[in-house]
Each structure stands twice: as C-alpha cells, then as structure tokens.
C-alpha cells in the first residue's frame, strides 16, 4: 500500500519541478494509497490529495509539504476516488467517493476541503463513484461515472438521471472526458472499452476501433494544443487517438507491464504512463517510437 503512495508523489514531484533539475524524493505523506490529486486552475503550487482511507490532504507550494486540508479524517469509510476543480466556479472543488463497503457519494467544498456539502439529493443510487466531469460553460453540469454507468446532473446535484440504463455494457465507469471545445461532446471509459456521446449523453456510441475488447480505461488525458487528440491508459496498455475516439493506436513497446492506472501530459510535451512495476516516459512527446523507462515505481494500482 505504502509503495502505492509512493507512485503518486514521485510523479506529483517531477511535475512540480524543472525537468533538467528533477529528483524523486519520498514525500512523507501516510493514511492509505492516493487515489486521487487536484492542481488549483489558477495556482499550479496548490494541490489536494485524496486516498484510499478517507484522508484528504492540501499543499500549497507544489506539493514540498502537506496538511490536513480541514478534518483529519473528513470521509472515514469512503476512498477518495476522484477530486475536480470546477471551471465554472474556480474555487469550487468536487470529490468522488466509493464506499470500502459498498455505496458511493457525491460532494463539494468551496473551501478548498475545510468543509463539505452532499451534492446528491436524488436519482443518483448509492454505488460506488470512480469519477467525475465538469462541462466548462455550464454551470451546474457534471457527469458521474459509477459501478452502474454514467449520471448526469444539470443542477449542481440536486437531481440525476441515468444516461446509460439501455447500453448493458456500460457498467463500471472509471475515465470521463467532456471536450471542452464540444462541451455537448462526453467520453466514458468503462471496464471493457470506451464509448461517446455527442448529444450530452442522450446517445451513446461505442468507440472501439484499434483498442481490444476487454480494456479496462483507467484515465482519458486530450492533449490541449492537439484538438482530437486524446490518450487512454488501460489494463492493456496506452492508446492515443487523434480524432476524438473514432480510431485508436495501442502502444505497448517499451512496457514491461501492460496494466497502467495513470497517465500525465506535461506542458513540455512529455508523457508519463504510471504502471504497476515502474514510470515509463515518452520522450518527445508523439506517435513515434518507443516509451523510455525514467524509473522503477512499484505497486500502483
């Protein structure tokens, strides 16, 4: 479990530090595996961390120190599964929870996690939370991915509806992208393989070709200067597509494991693909080659 942490703050330290001038430090952060990190849209130095215990931890120079963000135990029972800074209101940040028995939730805090409002009233069924999404432009909006399929809300969580409930083979949501130049547009990764709506999540169309069946999507990561291009890490290795989903090519040279819950985009155009035996880095960032290995980081899953 320790190791699992340990992942998460390696890479959390890499990316809050010049590259030429790099160096893995442990960070001594404790409480269970970190699920989740949220980077403040304005204060890149700003971020919270959530874990598999309920914790939920803040840091403001980048992640060099940490404290309790407001209780020291704020959801004992719940892993923190998912943590999203709202771009309709900056200060506004949401948390995705799963129970560690069971059952799922829905908050948000305007104060930067020193206290939490329930943002489920109705419709959305106590079941596990893997994630969430925002819609920029539309306040109010979010996407919750769930054991079950995709819940959508139009007012802030007061009330949720099911938008998958005739599609069977969305089930155990983990990755939701919504494309902030088509913010109509929403991207859900399940336990299988990907699928797309175009119409706010009244349709939904299976996303297949390139990527094998049976590929959990862990994250979804679009590329922000490269409309179209997104990156899928899952069970089975990395996939990129360029045309929002409609094809996908799968990487695997370089991976000494094919399992691979975490992916980060750097603004230098690196990439960062997090395993379950080690970081694998792509350097320059592109199509071509090979991941290069930067280091062995164990157990992260």
């Not at 330290?13 to 404790?30: G, N, R, S, Y």
């Not at 803040?58 to 020291?72: E, I, P, Y």
């Not at 009330?159 to 969305?170: E, I, K, N, P």
């Not at 399940?190 to 009244?202: C, F, L, M």
């Amino acid at each position: 479990m320790r190791n699992r942490l340990f992942f998460c703050f390696w890479l959390l330290v890499l990316l809050a530090v010049p590259a030429a001038a790099a160096e893995w430090q442990i960070l001594p952060l404790w409480g269970g595996d970190v699920r989740s990190l949220a980077f403040h849209p304005d204060d890149p130095d700003l971020v919270l961390a959530g874990t598999s215990g309920g914790h939920l931890y803040l840091s403001k120079n980048g992640g060099r120190t940490w404290s309790d963000a407001g209780l020291h135990l704020p959801f004992p029972g719940w892993v923190v599964s998912d943590l999203r800074f709202d771009p309709n209101q900056p200060g506004r940040l949401w948390a995705a929870l799963r129970g560690v028995w069971g059952g799922g939730h829905v908050a948000s805090s305007d104060d930067l996690g020193k206290t939490w409002i329930s943002r489920v009233k109705a419709g959305l069924p106590n079941e596990p939370v893997y994630t969430l999404a925002l819609v920029p432009g539309r306040e109010g909006h979010l996407y919750a991915g769930t054991i079950s399929g995709v819940y959508g809300t139009g007012d802030g969580g007061d009330t949720w509806r099911q938008l998958t409930g005739d599609l069977a083979d969305v089930q155990k949501v983990t990755s939701l992208l919504v494309d902030a130049g088509q913010p109509d547009t929403v991207i859900a990764g399940t336990w299988r393989r990907a699928y797309r709506s175009d119409d706010r999540g009244k349709t939904w169309t299976g996303i297949f070709e390139g990527m094998v069946l049976d590929s959990e999507v862990f994250t979804l990561t679009p590329i922000p200067d490269k409309p179209g291009e997104i990156w899928a890490t899952t069970c089975g290795w990395v996939y990129q597509t360029q045309d929002g989903g409609g094809k996908w090519v799968r990487f695997k040279d370089g991976f000494e494991e094919r399992r691979t819950p975490s992916f980060a985009a750097l603004p230098n155009g690196r990439l960062l693909a997090g395993t379950v035996a080690e970081l694998d880095d792509d350097r320059p960032r592109g199509i071509q080659g090979s991941a290069g290995h930067s280091g062995a980081v164990d157990g992260y899953q």
